[in-house]
């Protein structure tokens, strides 16, 4: 069992930056790919980026490539998603989620989920 702790949301103008982390409980953070997804109002939720086990292979959404970064720290149990350049179209509920398979793009996939944190964008 995992649990999944989001963190770090809020309030930001458009063109600034948000750091968002995502603690996990257990020993075992290691064994899972890590991913970050997201939802806004009325829309269905949407593969944002993920990072494999060991950290050195990333995946972004063509919509926020170049302007987000994923990294994690397994020490920490901590994965983190480092938001720059943020536009209002990035308002949503973000959710991290662990998965022990590969389709990363899938939210299927996942095995475990985070609370999701609300992140704002204003114009």
């Known amino acids: 069992q995992v649990q999944l702790i989001n963190s770090g949301g809020g309030l930001v103008q458009a063109g600034g930056s948000l750091r968002l982390s995502c603690a996990a409980s257990?020993?075992?953070?290691?064994?899972?790919?890590m991913g970050w997804f997201r939802q806004a109002p009325g829309k269905v939720r949407e593969f944002v980026g993920a990072?494999?086990?060991?950290?050195?292979?990333?995946y972004y959404a063509d919509s926020v490539k170049g302007r987000f970064t994923i990294s994690r720290d397994n020490a920490k149990n901590t994965v983190y998603l480092q938001m720059n350049s943020l536009k209002p179209d990035d308002t949503a509920v973000y959710f991290c989620?662990?998965?022990?398979?590969?389709?990363?793009?899938?939210?299927?996939?996942?095995?475990?989920w985070g609370q999701g944190t609300q992140v704002t964008v204003s114009s």
């Open positions: 989620a662990a998965t022990t398979g590969s389709d990363y793009m899938l939210a299927l996939r996942y095995d475990y």
């Open positions: 257990g020993r075992t953070f290691s064994s899972y790919a």
């Open positions: 990072i494999n086990r060991g950290g050195d292979r990333t």
